[in-house]
């Protein structure tokens, strides 16, 4: 306890001299080695920016709606995939007859099919949350189904010993036994969906962080690029955050994974 | 004999039972058993004896209903077993504890499965895990057991089901020797107070003398029953008392003898095969 205390607080405090020192060189880096504003603005730049954005450019609201996408393609991608895996998992025949088009799917770069969503559904949230959707899809889905069929034949025995039900077998069972590879997926989900609704974004359309990134660019305003980075990384971070604090509270029975066993 | 009160009922009943397995890649079909016959009656307890990859784990399946013999039959109370029964529970040499769930959780999963209302499994728990000491633990997650602490949660919720036949395969074979002895005897005191009827599968051959009325030895694969041992001794009950009596190592000789252990060689042991 004493030495984790102590390596955590170690740990810190070096974290925290990194985060400093990255800062300092993003301020005054670029000016000692004569890097041009456009190409590298500096930290205060960007804070100006800041600023500016939110009070002239929406930088809130472009900020909600690529967080509602997020949530939504998280939401329905990660139900989708867990469903789905959960029904392979269950159906070795299913699993077989569907794994080369499933492995097809997971091979076609997903991110490609953002045109053609706004193609079909216009200027609208709806391509960004359905790139968000098939990206979020494949980790979840995959380690639903890899835990279920690991699942100790011998534990499926046991419950059977005590004549349980195909449904009593899934839910006391096999169900709980996924949930730590199924958050192992969802936590890939969370910063995937980030991507996926940002590719669609910067693809069409006149709303969220990826429309405010290739405005900036139009306008070769690089800060607000810049600006439209770090929210993107805050929305990704928050996403991870909020997987982590379910995960900590339903996976509460594992034994701790040591100092920052969480990342 | 041993003063337990055994009857002539016949609790579980092998009836010529054979095994095979399917032909898998690189091998032809598996004789895991052939005929055996036996029997075991009510509140008896009998071991089952034989070298690696004889078929004892695939009799006790057999027995537990899981599994359906190729020929011949299981009986439970006269009546052949079809699938699972409420009568017969399973222990194995794994604890098989859902992490997830508390001690008490755990021991409670086969009577939940079973449709007992809350109440009334909560406090069977409560029961069953004060007579093994492990009341002040029943919050407890599995993993914050010792090995011998999670094996006798596995016996807890064993016995919860209140079941006629106990099948254990090898429970005590993972947990260190002196545990191993505590455990037996709490298994032996369990078994005695409340007449169960038991079929214990052990490789040590003290064990299955120290803790049964009966001992069958079978053969090589395919396994038959090649000898059955009634071991006349008193205290069935008190396996420490009766590893002190000289007898224990007459009958362990004889079995020894009878497994051939002096001429066995390593090569005979079919090499990542044992199930
Ligand atoms: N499901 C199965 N499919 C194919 N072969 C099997 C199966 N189950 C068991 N066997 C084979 O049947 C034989 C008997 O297995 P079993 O597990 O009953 O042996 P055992 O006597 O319990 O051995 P051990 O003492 O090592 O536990 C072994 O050769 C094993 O490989
Ligand atoms: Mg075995």
Request: net charge neutral.
């Amino acid at each position: 306890m004493n030495g984790r205390s102590v390596v955590m607080r170690r740990g810190l405090a070096a974290s925290v001299a990194l985060l400093l020192i990255f800062l300092a060189a993003w301020q005054w880096g670029p000016g000692l080695l004569g890097v041009p504003s456009f190409i590298v603005p500096s930290l205060s730049m960007v804070a100006v920016e800041f600023v500016h954005a939110w009070q002239v450019n929406h930088l809130l609201f472009h900020t909600s709606v690529t967080i509602a996408e997020v949530m939504a393609g998280f939401a329905l991608g990660s139900l989708l995939g867990a469903v789905v895996g959960y029904l392979l998992g269950m159906s070795p025949t299913a699993e077989f007859a569907l794994s080369p088009y499933i492995l097809a799917l997971q091979i076609a770069p997903k991110v490609a099919f953002a045109p053609l969503f706004i193609l079909w559904m216009g200027f609208t949230v709806y391509p960004k949350i359905l790139v968000a959707i098939l990206i979020v899809f494949f980790p979840v889905m995959v380690n639903v189904l890899t835990a279920v069929r690991n699942v100790d034949p011998d534990l499926i025995n046991l419950a059977r010993s005590f004549k349980a039900t195909r449904a009593q077998i899934f839910w006391k069972i096999e169900f709980p036994t996924s949930m730590p590879p199924m958050f192992a997926g969802l936590r890939i989900g969370s910063t995937l969906a980030v991507i996926g609704v940002v590719v669609g974004e910067l693809v069409g359309g006149n709303m969220g962080l990826g429309y405010l990134l290739t405005f900036g660019e139009g306008q070769a305003n690089t800060p607000m690029v810049f600006v439209s980075i770090v929210m993107l990384t805050a929305v990704g971070g928050l996403a991870y955050l909020a997987v982590i604090i379910v995960e900590r509270h339903i996976l509460h029975y594992l034994p701790a994974r040591g100092v920052r066993g969480d990342f | 004999m041993s003063g337990s009160p055994i009857s002539d009922v016949r609790r579980l009943e092998y009836r010529n039972v054979t095994m095979r397995f399917a032909p898998t890649r690189g091998r032809d079909v598996l004789t895991a058993v052939r005929g055996v016959s036996f029997s075991v009656r009510d509140g008896e307890v009998v071991s089952l004896i034989g070298p690696s990859g004889c078929g004892k784990s695939t009799l006790l399946s057999i027995g537990s209903g899981l599994t359906a013999p190729s020929e011949g039959e299981a009986c439970v109370d006269g009546a052949r077993l079809e699938g699972p029964n409420a009568e017969v529970a399973l222990m194995l040499q794994k604890d098989l504890l859902l992490p997830w769930r508390t001690v008490a959780e755990n021991v409670m999963l086969g009577v939940e499965i079973q449709g007992m209302p809350l109440p009334e499994r909560k406090q069977r728990a409560q029961e069953l895990l004060s007579n093994f000491n492990l009341a002040e633990f029943s919050n407890h997650y599995p993993h914050q057991l010792s090995g011998g602490m999670r094996q006798r949660v596995a016996l807890a919720r064993t016995l919860a089901v209140d079941p006629h036949v106990l099948l254990l395969d090898e429970p005590f074979s993972a947990v260190d020797a002196q545990t191993r002895i505590v455990l037996q005897r709490e298994l032996a005191q369990t078994l005695q107070r409340a007449g169960k009827t038991a079929l214990l599968i052990t490789h040590d051959l003290a064990e299955a003398v120290t803790l049964s009325d009966r001992v069958l030895v079978m053969s090589r694969r395919p396994g038959t029953i090649i000898d059955e041992i009634t071991i006349d001794m008193p205290q069935r009950d008190n396996p420490i008392a009766r590893r002190h009596d000289p007898k224990v190592n007459d009958y362990v000789a004889r079995l020894m003898d009878r497994l051939d252990i002096a001429h066995a060689s390593l090569d005979q042991v079919p090499a990542g095969d044992a199930a």
